[in-house]
């Protein structure tokens, strides 16, 4: 039976990989799960300085799913190096980083920081805000995605995944930037734009208002938007969005991503992810399925 999937030039040992900002950075969840068993681990976004996030409340439960409002609470790019990365080095897993600038020379300067051994991929997270355009986000723009993956290839040897938006009108235009840009892979969703209130207050939930939903509840719109984006480009595609289970995960691959992340269910279950690895297996042993790559890309549409 053949796990492996290669991911824009990036091997990987299976096809379950874990989705940014719910994984920390390995160290987390290697007290419940054997890291060495997952295809890849992305880790939490890097800011280029040290980021203390948004004040609390940071996340808030809703049905299927939850909100969360962090804004990026990390120690830089440069304790990542130092204090994170030797960690990761020790286990055989693909590790791949996510980064967050606010210009497009920050995305530039991270990337070339993290051309080195140990970091295997990485994925731009595009729903930053632009600052030099007055706080919008990267990802809506594809022109600014195109700009970006553009100037991080120029920098670096390591597979290049962009993180798509799903709060933009067409997904497809805006994965055909990121490969037109060079990119070597896109990601998709990212979290979906909502909010809360307080009903006996009368006021938002979250300080900035605003805040990104994920979770079960997603899930279907992350489906539809990963089909899109795989017709869209030819590149591999990485789905994310509600996965949950092991038959949420090969709805995905069956729809065209050549692999998948894990995010919000991690919160649920630290184990989710051997899980969706196991599960996938055994699909495959009662459909005597041998190759992974048999189910990419598979659906019957008629």
Do not use: H, W
């Not at 950075?25 to 280029?48: C, H, M, P, S, W």
């Not at 190096?81 to 300067?109: M, S």
């Not at 489906?223 to 709805?251: C, H, N, T």
Request: with cysteine; hydrophobic share 45%; proline share 5%.
């Amino acid at each position: 039976m053949n796990l492996q999937v290669e991911v824009g030039g990036l091997k990987l040992k299976n096809p379950v990989m874990t989705a940014s900002g719910t994984f920390g950075f390995g160290r987390e969840y290697g007290e419940y799960i054997d890291l060495n068993q997952l295809g890849a681990i992305v880790v939490k976004g890097l800011t280029v300085k040290p980021k203390e996030g948004n004040p609390p409340p940071r996340v808030y439960e809703t049905p299927c799913g939850m909100l969360n409002s962090v804004g990026l609470q990390n120690s830089g790019v440069d304790a990542f190096i130092e204090k994170e990365l030797p960690f990761l080095r020790d286990y055989d897993v693909a590790v791949i980083v996510n980064i967050a600038g606010e210009t497009i020379e920050e995305f530039a300067y991270m990337a070339k920081k993290l051309d080195i051994d140990g970091v295997d991929g990485i994925e731009i997270n595009v729903s930053c805000p632009n600052v030099k355009k007055g706080g919008m986000a990267f990802g809506i723009n594809p022109d600014d995605i195109f700009n970006i993956t553009k100037e991080v290839k120029k920098v670096t040897q390591k597979t290049v995944i962009v993180k798509l938006t799903p709060n933009v009108t067409d997904i497809g235009v805006c994965a055909k930037a990121a490969e037109d840009g060079g990119a070597d892979a896109v990601s998709l969703i990212n979290t979906i734009a909502g909010m809360a209130i307080n009903i006996d207050t009368r006021t938002p939930v979250f300080k900035n208002m605003i805040a990104g939903l994920s979770g079960p509840a997603i899930k279907p719109i992350a489906l539809r938007m990963v089909y899109e984006a795989a017709r869209a480009v030819k590149i591999p595609v990485i789905g994310m969005g509600g996965i949950s289970s092991f038959k949420d995960a090969l709805e995905f691959m069956i729809a065209g991503a050549k692999a998948v992340a894990i995010g919000t269910c991690n919160f649920v279950n630290p184990n989710c992810t051997i899980e969706v690895i196991e599960g996938i297996k055994q699909y495959m042993v009662l459909n005597n399925i041998e190759d992974i790559n048999e189910i990419i890309g598979s659906l019957k549409v008629d």
